[in-house]
């Protein structure tokens, strides 16, 4: 690639932005480095060169190439300035800046849609319900006679933020229209949940499990599904490759704060655990991280079948990783004893983690199977995180695989893992959090039992529930969906893990 001897930009710019389209991001990364190497003005490929990054999970390179993007004159600085905010948020924790940065989007284009999107759910994760929903307005206000995607999402959210209050209220009627209308498969389950959740409200059942199958029915997009086989074998090959001893030395010296991993089926309260231990002092929390899923897809790949071959060496040298990661994550935490992890698919992780920490302590959320299944399909999950969620049969079939593994995890670690039984807290908090702090070794501190004052982000979709005292709603709700519940209830009942009356 090459004219007279010498690097061709138009050439290699081709190349780059070939590579990119293809998804072939490390490739496209080496790509644009070289493109920047004689054409180092370049503003598009800084730009570039900001996403395959951003893509590949090295978040701080990114934001420095998204500066130089924005030091080189590009053309759509606002969107730069949006990009930046979303690593900042959501890779790095960094909330006030990614809130700086959605502010200087807006000075540039006060009408930047998405920048005015991106700040109320901001907003929302702090707590601030007010803000988000004049942010919300700006975006119905903005979009006016316009059909947008953004306009559509920002309807979904205020119907959270201020939920119809009867059932001739004209925001169901809006709600089912703009889900008709919405062209986007994940804006139009957004519009169904919102619906599905505001007519659970109102006490109409039937209405509400009708917008649920239809947002889940959108959420299904490219139709790839859940793989029953697939999981199964899944479950066995991390069965087998953690058996009865793990190869593990001991974890890398590290100053306090230690990770505490908090796990479990989604929808089973890990949200408000985690909420109520970042109200003691000796807790941070970190919310869903993805740090031992890098690991696995990266340095263990293919994992598991790659642990066998890990030395004791090996297992340090990863923990150290991990640990590094975490304080760069959250340099702000010093004297905290543990920071969560609070990812709830990690349950399948349980057999690293020990080996890569083995002092390492498990808090497993658990709940009524029937509710758990229940609030897993009414709620608009990843389907790439959770591709079961869309179908009753599905989340029985990997309730029944989330069992059975967590019963060989329990096989092997009897002592370090410690079941937090939602039901039982919502009903008598004082005794189920005074075992949970036993188990890690702390004391009673009162203000656990008003962790919804807390002003810690929430950045999972149980946000505006963890900021409420106890309620008992969600217990036993699974009853007003008794009979749409049928799939379900069998299945669980096949397996032996409920009766049914």
């Not at 959108?218 to 697939?230: A, P, W």
């Not at 008003?450 to 900021?467: G, I």
Request: proline share 7%; glycine share 8%.
């Amino acid at each position: 690639m090459s004219v007279g001897g010498s690097p061709d930009p138009i050439a290699l710019r081709r190349r780059a932005d070939d590579l990119l389209r293809q998804g072939r991001h490390d490739d496209a990364i080496r790509a644009f480095h070289a493109l920047l190497a004689v054409a180092p003005g370049h503003a598009e490929a800084w730009y570039n060169l900001g996403y395959a990054l951003a893509r590949v999970g090295r978040p701080e390179e990114a934001l420095d190439a998204y500066d130089r993007a924005l030091r080189a004159g590009i053309g759509y600085p606002q969107e730069v300035h949006l990009n930046r905010a979303v690593l900042l948020t959501d890779h790095l924790r960094r909330d006030d800046s990614a809130q700086q940065a959605l502010q200087s989007a807006l000075a540039i284009d006060p009408g930047y849609v998405p920048a005015h999107l991106n700040l109320g759910n901001l907003h929302e994760e702090h707590g601030e319900r007010d803000r988000a929903l004049v942010c919300y307005e700006r975006v119905l206000e903005l979009s006016a006679g316009t059909p947008s995607g953004h306009a559509q999402e920002a309807l979904a959210r205020m119907a959270h933020l201020r939920p119809p209050q009867g059932p001739h209220d004209p925001l169901l009627r809006r709600l089912r229209d703009e889900a008709g209308r919405a062209t986007s498969a994940p804006v139009r389950a957004n519009l169904w949940f919102a619906l599905g959740q505001a007519c659970d409200r109102l006490g109409m059942y039937a209405q509400a499990f009708e917008a649920f199958e239809q947002g889940n029915h959108s959420n299904r997009g490219d139709g790839r599904g859940y793989d029953r086989v697939g999981q199964e074998r899944l479950v066995e090959a991390l069965r087998g490759a953690f058996g009865a001893t793990l190869d593990g030395g001991s974890a890398p010296a590290a100053a306090a704060p230690a990770p505490l991993f908090i796990c479990g089926m989604f929808r089973s309260g890990s949200t408000l655990l985690e909420q109520v231990l970042a109200a003691h002092s000796a807790v941070f929390p970190g919310g869903e991280l993805d740090l031992m899923q890098r690991l696995v897809a990266g340095p263990l790949a293919p994992f598991p079948a790659s642990v066998r071959a890990v030395t004791p060496e090996r297992s340090r040298s990863l923990a150290a990783t991990y640990l590094e990661r975490l304080a760069e994550l959250f340099p702000q935490v010093s004297s905290q004893t543990y920071v969560t992890d609070k990812r709830p698919d990690n349950f399948l992780l349980i057999g690293l983690i020990k080996q890569l920490f083995p002092n390492a302590k498990i808090l497993h959320s658990v709940r009524n199977p029937l509710d758990n299944g229940l609030s897993v399909f009414m709620q608009h999950l990843d389907p790439r995180v959770a591709p079961y969620a869309g179908s009753l049969e599905d989340i029985a079939h990997y309730y029944t695989q989330y069992r059975q593994l967590m019963a060989h995890w329990k096989a092997l670690f009897p002592g370090d893992i410690h079941d937090f039984d939602y039901d039982a807290f919502v009903e008598q908090p004082r005794p189920v959090l005074g075992r949970t702090l036993a188990f890690l070794g702390l004391p009673w501190e009162e203000g656990c039992l008003a962790f919804h004052n807390s002003d810690h982000a929430v950045k999972t979709a149980s946000y505006w529930q963890v900021r409420q005292p106890l309620y008992r709603n969600a217990c036993g709700r699974w009853r007003q969906y008794a009979q749409q519940l049928a799939p379900l209830r069998q299945a669980l009942a096949r397996e032996g893990l409920i009766t049914v009356t």
